[in-house]
T-cell receptor, first 112, second 113 residues
Framework: DAKTTQPPSMDCAEGRAANLPCNHSTISGNEYVYWYRQIHSQGPQYIIHGLKNNETNEMASLIITEDRKSSTLILPHATLRDTAVYYC?????????????FGTGTRLKVLA | NAGVMQNPRHLVRRRGQEARLRCSPM?????VYWYRQLPEEGLKFMVYLQKENIIDESGMPKERFSAEFPKEGPSILRIQQVVRGDSAAYFC???????????FGPGTRLTVL
């Protein structure tokens, strides 16, 4: 069962910031939040991950609320190539092994 | 640096046949994960393997499905006596250590006629 809830779809104008929300209200203290995206049914591509602090890399920023019940992925300047399904994932500890629990994702469409 | 490789990319089988899916992890990666994706759904974890060991197979169906990651060669996901409900995209991922991010292959799309 997915531990994350995301809106099914979003649109964003090219060049603007895309803010993708994710709720993970049942997340445990040692569970990380990961973001991946999947373009045209290709293999998912890693974007970013975090535990408590906000994170930034060359692709995106991840903002995690203080209570860790939700987070937002920010693509600062969306391009047409960012059109994809974005998955917010919780990495859970299941009896000593860690696995990704995917939700249904947000289908982001970047508009010209 | 070659990424995760999967073959075949597309596989068509008739009901009752066997499907064998292969995954070669990235160089230096000893941890392999298999996921299944049904149309319009997210990926579902199936199994996690290290070289010669199955670590977690909690997502594998109890019957007809098996996985291995031998000392030499690719990881294999085997589906015996396929049924139409097995039609899906099967993705393999690898990581250097099990807590690191996973790198996904392009997937194998299985169609059962």
């Amino acid at each position: 069962d997915a531990k994350t809830t995301q809106p099914p779809s979003m649109d964003c104008a090219e060049g603007r910031a895309a803010n993708l929300p994710c709720n993970h209200s049942t997340i445990s203290g040692n569970e990380y939040v990961y973001w991946y995206r999947q373009i045209h049914s290709q293999g998912p591509q890693y974007i970013i991950h975090g535990l408590k602090n906000n994170e930034t890399n060359e692709m995106a920023s991840l903002i995690i609320t203080e209570d860790r019940k939700s987070s937002t992925l920010i693509l600062p300047h969306a391009t047409l190539r960012d059109t994809a399904v974005y998955y917010c994932i919780v990495r859970v500890d299941d009896s000593g092994t860690y696995k990704y629990i995917f939700g249904t994702g947000t289908r982001l469409k970047v508009l010209a | 640096n070659a990424g995760v490789m999967q073959n075949p990319r597309h596989l068509v089988r008739r009901r009752g046949q066997e499907a064998r899916l292969r995954c070669s992890p990235m160089k230096g990666h000893s941890h392999v994960y298999w996921y299944r994706q049904l149309p319009e759904e997210g990926l579902k974890f199936m199994v996690y393997l290290q070289k010669e060991n199955i670590i977690d197979e909690s997502g594998m169906p109890k019957e007809r499905f098996s996985a291995e990651f031998p000392k030499e060669g690719p990881s294999i996901l085997r589906i015996q006596q396929v049924v139409r409900g097995d039609s899906a995209a099967y993705f393999c991922a690898s990581s250097p250590e099990f807590l690191d991010e996973q790198f996904f292959g392009p997937g194998t799309r299985l169609t059962v006629l």
